[in-house]
T-cell receptor, first 115, second 111 residues
Framework: EAGVAQSPRYKIIEKRQSVAFWCNPISGHATLYWYQQILGQGPKLLIQFQNNGVVDDSQLPKDRFSAERLKGVDSTLKIQPAKLEDSAVYLC?????????????FGEGSWLTVV | GEDVEQSLFLSVREGDSSVINCTYTDSSSTYLYWYKQEPGAGLQLLTYIFSNMDMKQDQRLTVLLNKKDKHLSLRIADTQTGDSAIYFCAENSNSGYALNFGKGTSLLVTP
């Protein structure tokens, strides 16, 4: 079974530029998550989708971050304009459903450096 | 949000047991998890425990849960150099059942 796919793996951009990350969850998984992991910290939830609807985006900095999952499968996370403090690993994850106890599977992450 | 706390570093010798500790604050968490992250890789689920259990054993891994003290531990028996990684404790959040993570414990296993 294929895992959670993410691209690009690495990206270096200058501050104020924009960047987009793509995620393809495990087939059949209704719930998709984007996490931000800053170096030395644990992952922090940015947004959670159930199919194509948003369940929780309370920690998403909406002035610069946006995410969509239009057809309930793939998702894109965009940052515009990027700041230095956005340098982090962006982890996409998916689970069969969003209920407690469902295993959440993580992709390998997209590493962003903002210079 | 609720905080999950972990010690930052642990160093053990190969063959010894490792114990990684975690405290959480959300008493409504129904599941608690341990994830492993190797350098440059994503998060790998190691094991999880349901909140009505106090112990779970899975090969070299033993999870202990003290719900009264909101304390979770992961014991790795016969620790190997390949176990060197960052270990994250996580709990379900109240909303949407996404995971709240601790900052991670870096485990270094020396020969």
């Amino acid at each position: 079974e294929a895992g959670v796919a993410q691209s690009p793996r690495y990206k270096i951009i200058e501050k104020r530029q924009s960047v987009a990350f793509w995620c393809n969850p495990i087939s059949g998984h209704a719930t998709l998550y984007w996490y931000q992991q800053i170096l030395g910290q644990g992952p922090k939830l940015l947004i959670q989708f159930q199919n194509n609807g948003v369940v929780d985006d309370s920690q998403l900095p909406k002035d610069r971050f946006s995410a969509e999952r239009l057809k309930g499968v793939d998702s894109t996370l965009k940052i515009q304009p990027a700041k230095l403090e956005d340098s982090a690993v962006y982890l996409c994850a998916s689970s069969l459903t969003g209920i407690s106890g469902n295993t959440i599977y993580f992709g390998e992450g997209s590493w962003l450096t903002v210079v | 949000g609720e905080d999950v706390e972990q010690s930052l570093f642990l160093s053990v010798r190969e063959g010894d047991s490792s114990v990684i500790n975690c405290t959480y604050t959300d008493s409504s968490s129904t599941y608690l998890y341990w994830y492993k992250q190797e350098p440059g890789a994503g998060l790998q689920l190691l094991t999880y425990i349901f909140s009505n259990m106090d112990m779970k054993q899975d090969q070299r891994l033993t999870v202990l849960l003290n719900k009264k003290d909101k304390h979770l531990s992961l014991r790795i028996a016969d620790t190997q150099t390949g176990d060197s990684a960052i270990y994250f404790c996580a709990e379900n959040s109240n909303s949407g059942y996404a995971l709240n993570f601790g900052k991670g414990t870096s485990l270094l296993v020396t020969p």
